[in-house]
């Protein structure tokens, strides 16, 4: 699945290519100036190294950084395996994360709808999830927000799935 630079009202979301993903995870954010970017405060954020890991170890882009006014808020991204990240359900799970300073103020929910939105108008996706901390408020509001529903706890976390027919 090749992703596509993604834009919102505030936000633009741009695909993390393998080199890029191992220079950050290097510690290298020169390749952010490259681009014209610099980081906000606070990010890489503390699970960045996770969404990043999987792009070096599958060799698929499955993120994207988010990007306000030329600088990194944070990153979200497509759970994959070996085989990408739809299973043979057709199912998709996404994750998310800003930097501290940027949490709060409605970035969160632009995200998340934009990237379920632009995997539910892919005919091979039919369902896309996320899980959050069950504690996690704030992220279980974003999820709500665009027109998940709970489905329960999995693994200890809070799972909100939205169908394509709710699309």
Known sequence: ????????ARLRLEPVTVPTARAILAGDLSVLAAAGLSAAE????EDTADGLGM?????????????????VIGDCGLHGGPDGPVDEAG??????????PSRGQ?????????????L???????QVRACTLTDNAPSRRV???????Y????????VYERDATAA
């Open 143 to 149: 999820l709500e927000k665009a027109g998940f529903a």
């Open 91 to 100: 199912r998709v799970e996404i994750g998310y994360g800003l930097a501290a």
């Open 42 to 45: 606070g990010w890489p954020h």
């Open 1 to 8: 699945m090749d992703l596509a630079p993604l834009t919102t």
């Open 55 to 71: 792009i070096v170890k599958t060799g698929q882009t499955l993120s994207w950084l988010v990007v306000a006014g030329g600088v």
């Open 151 to 158: 489905a329960g706890i999995e693994d200890g976390e809070a």
């Open 106 to 118: 409605g970035y969160g929910s632009e995200v998340v709808a934009a990237i379920t939105e632009w």
């Open 120 to 126: 539910l108008a892919r005919s091979e996706v039919r």
